[in-house]
């Protein structure tokens, strides 16, 4: 699993290196994010693009789907250099300004990278996010990833920190989200079903030990 694994992770480091619009991406949200951004930081973009990377290869996504994908993951949260409220529409902008100036993508995938990014807009009812592209169901699980993953109490406590709310006061917020919370895509739903089942028992545990 360790070889599987690390190749999976040189592979992503090989698009990386190769796709200027990608590394461009990265150097602004190094240098230009707010240093209170404790959760939406370069390093959580980073971790987004290694679970949606790990998710495609596991689905065996055509090369092009994956590089898209790559994309959207790392301009998924540009807006946040601009502005934090309804900050999907910037990082949608961002990259699709990108794409078109680069010369080497269609329009049609300038739109798919936008809805995409669009796409991981938090929803106030009803399912958490929505999917309205064929791609957005592997984004959108990488973005959420840590519902279901081993570092589910530190993205919990980093966002609160984020957010400037007490850790307790962040739980039931993270309780009401997991709730409306589904896995999209198949390789969402192997790999992070049974971690999302144990990290939710024990956010129920958590709960119930503050009332």
């Known amino acids: 699993m360790r070889n599987w694994t690390e190749n999976k992770l040189f592979m992503l480091e090989d698009v990386i290196?190769?796709?200027?619009?990608?590394?461009?991406i990265l150097r602004q949200l190094n240098d230009g994010l707010a240093t209170d951004l404790h959760y939406h930081s370069e390093l959580h973009t980073r971790g987004v693009m290694r679970h949606t990377w790990n998710l495609v290869v596991a689905d065996d996504l055509p090369e092009?789907?994956?590089?898209?994908l790559c994309i959207a993951a790392a301009y998924h949260d540009a807006g946040f250099l601009i502005r934090r409220e309804n900050n999907e529409?910037?990082?949608?902008?961002?990259?699709?300004?990108?794409?078109?100036?680069?010369?080497r993508f269609t329009i049609e995938e300038q739109h798919l990278v936008a809805q995409m990014i669009l796409d991981t807009k938090f929803m106030r009812d009803g399912p958490a996010q929505i999917s309205q592209t064929r791609l957005s169901p592997w984004l959108l699980d990488a973005d959420l990833s840590n519902i279901g993953s081993e570092n589910f109490w530190e993205s919990t406590r980093l966002l609160a920190l984020e957010l400037n709310l007490n850790f307790d006061e962040m739980l039931p917020i993270t309780l009401d989200l997991m709730t409306r919370h589904a896995w999209l895509s198949p390789a969402g739903?192997?790999?992070?079903?049974?971690?999302?089942?144990?990290?939710?028992?024990?956010?129920?545990?958590?709960?119930?030990?503050?009332?």
């Open 17 to 24: 290196n190769r796709e200027p619009l990608i590394q461009d």
């Open 189 to 211: 739903k192997r790999v992070y079903k049974v971690g999302k089942t144990q990290n939710l028992l024990s956010l129920n545990e958590k709960l119930r030990s503050i009332q």
């Open 89 to 103: 529409s910037i990082g949608a902008e961002m990259a699709s300004s990108a794409m078109s100036n680069s010369g």
């Open 64 to 68: 092009r789907d994956k590089l898209l």
